[in-house]
């Protein structure tokens, strides 16, 4: 595990209150610099009001917390000097065109008014923005503005870079090009600590990924450790005949002695088992009576069930995660 | 598959990987920067400059024309009369909207993200107020070439002329630091509205800007005179007019001082502790 002194992000016991609210309720992170760190959790789990304090926009109610060793409260001039953001809405001005969003930053930043347009081209250049240059923002759509978005926030390469919610609202062909330019950041040494209410986005993105609900962190790990978590794997079974899902599912309940539930697929169930001999044994008590199998498959639980485990939730986005990857 | 073809992974590279930091810029640039914004703004939004220009006219007309004949005797008379307090007037309405654009663009994801920069924070402030100097300015400009046109004459020429318009946006300066407290403090553009409206109407017509002072009952003429826009017109007048300075300038200047040193520090205050 890595010392104190060289973790990305460290924090104790962080506390947000908004009057009687509790949005962030006692947060402990440790984040090694290099990689993605995704934040996993419903609306209102207090992802942005984490993502706000360790960005020293707002100060916490209780606790601690250091970006590379500096505290966002007492060094947060420090500490802007290395992070940057991009919040959930949109972080750039509507009203001024991609080019001129890039060049106040780069202003803002130090560059000279020449420097600050050459950076704000070669940005817009590497994000496929150049043809909309000179148009404003208010006119792009949800993945181009998300990745002006992103540039605007790496005018200078930031150390750590915190992206909230960088895909909500994008079509699959712009998450793709999102997921793409946090690949590309990551390897060329930046650290991402990203929220996502995507299950999916998680385990492609990230290295290590915290589950936070109710403004705490219920579980940590990487997508292999937190698939382990809840302990078992699960069967998904196909009938041929959906019309003996019923007596299917009654057989596997008596022999298993486990809870049995329906897919959506009109023709397949899925059970909870925590391993593979028992897997077959089932596959065998559906033989028995006579009832044909298509396909089945026993794996490790997704993040949905992870979640589902966890909280007693079915997180949002479940429903879709298993897309195209 | 995965990455588009769009954003491949060769062409990014290169621009994300920009680790040098320039010198931190001093807050001087900083809030020139901001002000550039600004100026963008006005260029894509012109519609905003409407209220700096229906307003004045408006106002001239309206005053010069209704009241003139009863109060002067003669509408030129009275607009001699009357335009230094009426642009006075109209730029310090125009004020108003320095706190409602600031609480208006506080609301915005992009101030998050000014405030994450490691900058010298008030400059955002600054610069807005330097970008409102320019739409007082505007509306002066208007006020006056109007003025000009319906027979304002001054004897203080040219220079006395431009001398009380500068008096004045430096007023308005001092003063756009109340409201850009208030807007800090206040949770809604409808609020902030009403309240600047209530401070604002009984401080712009309890004055000398459309009858002289004399002609008011005495109590009313206390209240008048410790009016500080009562002095910035009277200043106004002898400025325009190439008469004597009397004490009013000195009341102008301290009040601008007073405006700045209490409401300066207090937007400060209140921006940085802002969400
Ligand atoms: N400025 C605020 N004032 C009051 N309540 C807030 C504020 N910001 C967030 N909250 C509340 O705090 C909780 C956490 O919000 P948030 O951090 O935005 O969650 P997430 O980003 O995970 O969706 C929610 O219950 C939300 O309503
Ligand atoms: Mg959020």
Redesign the pocket.
């Known amino acids: 595990m890595a010392t104190s002194s060289s973790l990305a992000i460290e924090a104790h016991g962080l506390v947000k209150l908004?009057?009687s609210?509790r949005?962030v309720d006692g947060i402990d992170l440790a984040v090694p610099p290099g990689g993605v760190y995704g934040f996993l959790?419903p609306?209102?789990?207090?992802?942005?009001?984490?993502i706000r304090m360790l960005a020293t926009l707002l100060p916490p109610d209780a606790g601690t917390a250091k970006v590379f060793g500096q505290c966002v409260v007492r060094e947060a001039k420090a500490v802007r000097s290395r992070v940057s953001l991009t919040g959930?809405f949109a972080s750039v001005d509507e009203d001024l065109t991609g080019i001129e969003n890039l060049v106040l930053l780069a202003r803002l930043l130090g560059h000279s008014w020449s420097q600050a347009r050459a950076r704000g081209m070669e940005l817009l250049e590497a994000f496929g923005l150049s043809e909309a240059a000179a148009r404003q923002v208010k006119t792009y759509s949800g993945g181009m503005r998300r990745r002006l978005d992103i540039a605007a926030s790496i005018v200078v390469t930031p150390d750590l870079i915190f992206l909230d919610e960088p895909t909500s609202g994008l079509d699959p062909h712009s998450r793709n090009e999102v997921w793409g330019i946090v690949r590309a950041l990551v390897a060329q040494g930046t650290t991402v600590l990203l929220?996502t209410q995507h299950l999916e986005e998680a385990d492609h993105l990230a290295d290590r990924i915290g589950i936070?609900d109710r403004?705490k962190i219920i579980a940590e790990g990487t997508a292999g450790e937190l698939k382990t978590l809840s302990g078992s794997g699960s069967l998904h079974v196909r009938l041929r005949d959906p019309g003996c899902r019923v007596e299917a599912m009654a057989l596997l309940g008596r022999h298993l002695g486990v809870p049995v539930t329906p897919e959506s697929d009109p023709a397949g169930l899925s059970t909870r088992l925590d391993d593979t001999e028992r897997a077959s044994a089932a596959l065998d008590v559906l033989a028995a009576a006579g009832i044909q199998v298509v396909s089945f498959s026993f794996g490790l639980p997704s993040l949905d069930e992870v979640f589902l485990s966890l909280t007693g939730n079915q997180a949002e986005g479940g429903a879709n995660s298993g897309g195209a990857t | 598959m995965m990455d588009s073809p769009r954003t491949p992974d060769l062409t990014l590279s290169p621009a994300l990987s920009r680790h040098t930091r320039p010198r931190r810029p001093s807050a001087l640039s900083c809030s020139l920067t901001f002000f550039w914004r600004v100026m963008l703004k006005i260029k894509h939004i012109p519609e905003q400059m409407f209220d700096v220009v229906a307003y004045p006219v408006m106002f001239l007309v309206l005053f010069t024309y209704i009241f003139g004949g009863a109060i002067a005797g003669s509408t030129t008379e009275y607009l001699q009369f009357i335009l230094p307090g009426i642009l006075a007037i109209n730029v310090i309405f125009i004020t108003i909207y320095t706190g409602l654009g600031i609480l208006n663009d506080i609301k915005k994801g992009v101030f998050d993200r000014f405030r994450s920069l490691p900058i010298w924070q008030p400059s955002f402030l600054v610069g807005a107020l330097l970008g409102d100097t320019v739409r007082y300015a505007v509306a002066s400009i208007l006020v006056i070439l109007l003025g000009l046109a319906m027979g304002f004459r001054p004897d203080g020429g040219t220079l006395g002329v431009v001398w009380a318009t500068l008096l004045l946006l430096a007023f308005s300066f001092c003063l756009s630091w109340a409201w850009i407290s208030l807007g800090l403090v206040m949770r809604t553009p409808e609020s902030l509205m009403a309240m600047s409206m209530v401070i604002l109407f009984p401080l712009s017509f309890l004055t000398n800007v459309l009858v002289p002072v004399e002609t008011m009952p005495g109590w009313l003429q206390a209240l008048v005179n410790v009016n500080p826009i009562t002095h910035l017109v009277a200043a106004m007048r002898e400025l325009m007019f190439a008469e004597p300075l009397s004490a009013s300038i000195g009341w102008v200047a301290l009040s601008c001082a007073l405006l700045l040193l209490v409401f300066g520090p207090l937007s400060v205050r209140l921006y940085r502790r802002k969400?």
């Open positions: 908004f009057g609210v949005a959790g609306n209102g789990a207090g992802k942005t009001t984490t959930q929220t936070i403004g | 969400r």
